[in-house]
């Protein structure tokens, strides 16, 4: 809350927006005096290393704080059989030191307080979920359903904070309750017990990487559904599948297949998940299409971050369909019945590095600190500067007015709708083109583009501008960047110690031709997007006229008219005249809308000279995947 940069986005009075919204602020708001303000306290703990991802990524920067180190002992000092309990109680223990505070700052109890910091979550893996509500890893940590029906379509109780706390202490005082054994707990003392407001239960987060991610789908549905393939090696099969699958840049192509993967991270998860249906199709019974599908669907729903009923009836709906198809693997004989902590301690010189780690992040926070009061500094000049400029040109406009309509959201969307009715997209080029003087025999040859006389005469011919009577050289100058990356680039060959680079040519939807004002800019079909796949991008030479955008040259497929009910996807093919000349033509890049994978449909057995390079060219069916 001290936090400046925060200042803009603080609320100190209950609205119907966002996390505030929720049942259970509303209720607890109305259990603190009049004019009380909740502060939600979210709390993470974990063992693993969380604080270096992928590229420069990390754990929510600056919107955490460090509370504390938990232990980590193997406490020899306790005999084998009590070892594993105390070190239970141990976690508990340390947890009911650190947030003690809490403990009298959220009471209800008549003294005057402002702000009530109150626990409403708690972030974690499902182990640790288990340690905190007590009870052993093969119970659910949030219901009282028995360990052998956690994996039926059944409504169960959830767990009581307050009759958990009873069967504790009666445990404690010697007795054995019968829900004790039933339930799967641990005889400790929570550390939550205290917490005012708090149920525990209700704040445990969905552990996605674990419990789907790596559970459901990895361990489970992958290892059912390579059983189910139709093959007489049927891992040997699906890794081919992999391999040969097209390129996106948005997705992690498995160059060399998925059983050489040693190291699974919730990267290589995402990444299989999203081509896994294509790989499986034409290769198992449609029943385990359906299953696979349905349980794709659910961890998509998962990852939304904020709900509405429609979202949560297709979640509930894939649930329902799992539970309704899994019967199948039965029936085939397959299924029988965090580190941001760390960063302190690697600052040290690992010699009494409690204490440096302190002055570590003591400092850190000053840092930061000061970083966001000249951030805020900054934005406050320019917006001085945006107003003294506005006035200066603009002499009969007061300061205010000029400051309504800098902020006018009704401007800013009437320009964006004209500039998506009339096609127009944000691009960047690269300062020099990647390559030069192209002749028309490489661009027919490197870049595939066989169809390119004829669609650049076509694009002059409907723009009205000048076409030549012969044709030289025409200079390569832009390769598409953009936030949505789109690559047109021919094979590199081998150079010294450099490897050969193959070709890329992505596939997108795009316009053949300006929308008109007021279509529905997610339009499919023959008025609307079209699949394509770019081979060169370009810009007019001097002598054929002046064109204010890039020029992209695209081979067409066919019509998205409706989706493929057995993986719910589009399925599309070459579209071509009478079935010998590709149907191909130049279009601006502002045309086009974004980028889309298409999965080749592999089929019963999938053809061994397929491979990711030039599987675009040799298969003749399609899906557009839906799972990017």
């Given at each position: 809350?001290?936090k400046?940069c925060f200042?803009?986005?603080?609320?100190y009075?209950?609205?119907?927006?966002?996390?505030s919204?929720?049942n259970w602020?509303?209720v607890?708001?109305?259990?603190l005096p009049?004019?009380?303000?909740?502060?939600?306290v979210i709390?993470v703990?974990?063992?693993?290393?969380?604080?270096?991802f992928?590229?420069?990524k990390q754990?929510?920067?600056?919107?955490t704080v460090l509370?504390?180190?938990?232990?980590?002992?193997?406490?020899?000092?306790?005999?084998?059989?009590?070892r594993s309990?105390q070190?239970?109680?141990?976690?508990?223990?340390?947890?009911?030191?650190?947030l003690d505070?809490?403990?009298?700052?959220?009471?209800?109890d008549?003294k005057t307080?402002m702000?009530y910091p109150?626990?409403?979550a708690?972030?974690?893996d499902?182990?640790?979920?288990?340690?905190v509500?007590?009870?052993?890893?093969?119970?659910?940590?949030k219901?009282?359903?028995k360990s052998?029906?956690?994996?039926n379509?059944v409504?169960?109780i959830?767990?009581d904070?307050?009759?958990?706390?009873?069967?504790?202490?009666q445990t404690?005082d010697?007795?054995?309750?019968?829900?004790?054994?039933d339930q799967?707990?641990?005889p400790?003392?929570?550390?939550?017990r205290k917490?005012p407001?708090?149920?525990?239960?209700n704040?445990f987060?969905?552990?996605i990487?674990?419990?789907?991610?790596?559970g459901?789908?990895?361990?489970h549905?992958v290892?059912?559904?390579t059983?189910?393939?139709?093959?007489?090696?049927?891992?040997?099969?699906?890794?081919c599948?992999f391999?040969?699958m097209t390129?996106?840049?948005?997705?992690?192509?498995?160059q060399k297949?998925?059983?050489?993967?040693l190291?699974?991270?919730g990267?290589?998860?995402?990444?299989?998940?999203k081509?896994f249906?294509?790989?499986?199709?034409?290769?198992v019974?449609d029943?385990?299409?359906?299953?696979?599908?349905?349980?794709?669907?659910f961890i998509?729903?998962?990852?939304f971050?904020e709900?509405?009923?429609?979202s949560l009836?297709?979640?509930?709906?894939a649930?329902?369909?799992?539970?309704?198809?899994k019967?199948?693997?039965?029936d085939?004989d397959i299924?029988?019945h965090?580190?941001?902590?760390?960063?302190?301690?690697n600052a040290?010189?690992?010699?009494?590095?409690v204490?440096q780690?302190a002055i570590w992040?003591?400092?850190?926070?000053a840092?930061d600190s000061?970083?966001s009061?000249?951030?805020?500094r900054q934005?406050d000049?320019?917006?001085?500067?945006?107003?003294e400029?506005?006035?200066?040109?603009?002499p009969?406009?007061?300061?205010?007015t000029a400051?309504?309509?800098d902020e006018?959201?009704?401007?800013?969307?009437v320009?964006?709708?004209d500039?998506?009715q009339?096609?127009?997209s944000?691009?960047?080029?690269p300062?020099?083109?990647s390559?030069?003087n192209?002749?028309?025999d490489?661009?027919?040859?490197?870049?595939?583009?066989?169809?390119?006389?004829?669609?650049?005469?076509?694009?002059?011919c409907?723009h009205g501008?000048?076409?030549?009577?012969?044709?030289?050289a025409?200079?390569?100058?832009?390769?598409?960047v953009t936030?949505?990356?789109i690559?047109?680039?021919?094979t590199?060959?081998?150079?010294g110690?450099?490897?050969?680079?193959?070709?890329q040519f992505?596939?997108?939807?795009?316009?053949?031709k300006?929308?008109?004002?007021?279509?529905d800019l997610d339009l499919l079909g023959?008025?609307g997007?079209?699949?394509?796949?770019?081979?060169v991008i370009?810009?007019?030479?001097?002598?054929?006229?002046m064109?204010p955008?890039?020029?992209?040259?695209?081979?067409?497929f066919t019509?998205?008219h409706k989706?493929?009910d057995?993986?719910?996807m589009f399925k599309?093919?070459?579209?071509?005249?009478?079935g010998q000349?590709?149907?191909?033509?130049i279009i601006p890049?502002?045309?086009?809308?974004?980028?889309?994978q298409?999965?080749?449909?592999?089929g019963?057995?999938?053809d061994?000279?397929?491979?990711?390079?030039?599987?675009?060219?040799?298969?003749q069916?399609?899906?557009v995947?839906?799972?990017?």
């Amino acid at each position: 809350m001290g936090k400046s940069c925060f200042a803009q986005h603080m609320k100190y009075a209950p609205e119907q927006v966002k996390m505030s919204t929720a049942n259970w602020w509303w209720v607890t708001q109305k259990l603190l005096p009049k004019g009380a303000t909740i502060a939600a306290v979210i709390l993470v703990t974990n063992k693993t290393q969380l604080s270096q991802f992928s590229g420069d990524k990390q754990a929510w920067p600056h919107a955490t704080v460090l509370i504390g180190y938990l232990p980590i002992s193997k406490l020899e000092c306790f005999n084998k059989k009590t070892r594993s309990m105390q070190s239970y109680q141990l976690f508990h223990m340390c947890m009911c030191s650190l947030l003690d505070p809490l403990v009298e700052a959220g009471k209800n109890d008549g003294k005057t307080r402002m702000v009530y910091p109150l626990l409403v979550a708690y972030v974690m893996d499902y182990p640790e979920q288990c340690l905190v509500g007590c009870c052993m890893e093969n119970c659910c940590s949030k219901c009282l359903s028995k360990s052998d029906l956690l994996g039926n379509p059944v409504h169960s109780i959830l767990q009581d904070p307050e009759k958990t706390i009873r069967i504790l202490k009666q445990t404690a005082d010697g007795h054995k309750p019968q829900a004790f054994t039933d339930q799967g707990l641990h005889p400790v003392n929570p550390f939550w017990r205290k917490l005012p407001h708090c149920n525990i239960f209700n704040y445990f987060t969905p552990d996605i990487l674990h419990q789907l991610h790596k559970g459901m789908f990895k361990d489970h549905v992958v290892s059912w559904v390579t059983e189910a393939v139709h093959a007489d090696k049927p891992k040997e099969e699906l890794d081919c599948r992999f391999r040969a699958m097209t390129h996106h840049p948005s997705l992690c192509h498995f160059q060399k297949g998925i059983l050489l993967v040693l190291q699974w991270t919730g990267n290589e998860y995402k990444n299989m998940e999203k081509v896994f249906l294509s790989v499986l199709d034409g290769s198992v019974q449609d029943e385990v299409i359906e299953c696979v599908q349905s349980v794709l669907d659910f961890i998509y729903y998962v990852h939304f971050k904020e709900h509405t009923d429609e979202s949560l009836s297709k979640l509930d709906k894939a649930w329902h369909t799992f539970h309704k198809k899994k019967a199948i693997f039965i029936d085939l004989d397959i299924w029988q019945h965090f580190n941001i902590p760390k960063i302190a301690y690697n600052a040290s010189n690992k010699r009494d590095y409690v204490k440096q780690m302190a002055i570590w992040l003591r400092r850190r926070e000053a840092v930061d600190s000061f970083d966001s009061w000249k951030l805020m500094r900054q934005r406050d000049d320019e917006d001085e500067d945006n107003t003294e400029a506005v006035l200066a040109n603009n002499p009969m406009i007061s300061a205010s007015t000029a400051l309504d309509n800098d902020e006018s959201p009704g401007s800013d969307a009437v320009r964006a709708a004209d500039t998506l009715q009339y096609g127009e997209s944000v691009y960047s080029i690269p300062k020099f083109p990647s390559f030069k003087n192209i002749d028309l025999d490489t661009l027919d040859k490197k870049y595939g583009s066989t169809e390119f006389v004829y669609a650049l005469e076509s694009f002059l011919c409907h723009h009205g501008m000048y076409r030549p009577y012969f044709w030289d050289a025409w200079p390569v100058k832009y390769e598409l960047v953009t936030i949505d990356p789109i690559r047109a680039s021919p094979t590199v060959p081998a150079h010294g110690r450099n490897k050969e680079i193959p070709a890329q040519f992505n596939t997108v939807l795009a316009w053949k031709k300006l929308p008109e004002v007021g279509t529905d800019l997610d339009l499919l079909g023959n008025k609307g997007l079209h699949v394509g796949q770019v081979h060169v991008i370009f810009n007019l030479p001097e002598q054929l006229g002046m064109f204010p955008h890039p020029l992209a040259y695209i081979e067409w497929f066919t019509l998205l008219h409706k989706l493929d009910d057995h993986v719910g996807m589009f399925k599309v093919q070459c579209s071509t005249h009478s079935g010998q000349w590709l149907r191909a033509s130049i279009i601006p890049v502002t045309y086009i809308s974004w980028s889309c994978q298409l999965s080749p449909y592999f089929g019963h057995s999938m053809d061994r000279t397929w491979s990711s390079n030039n599987v675009l060219g040799l298969c003749q069916s399609f899906h557009v995947n839906s799972y990017l």
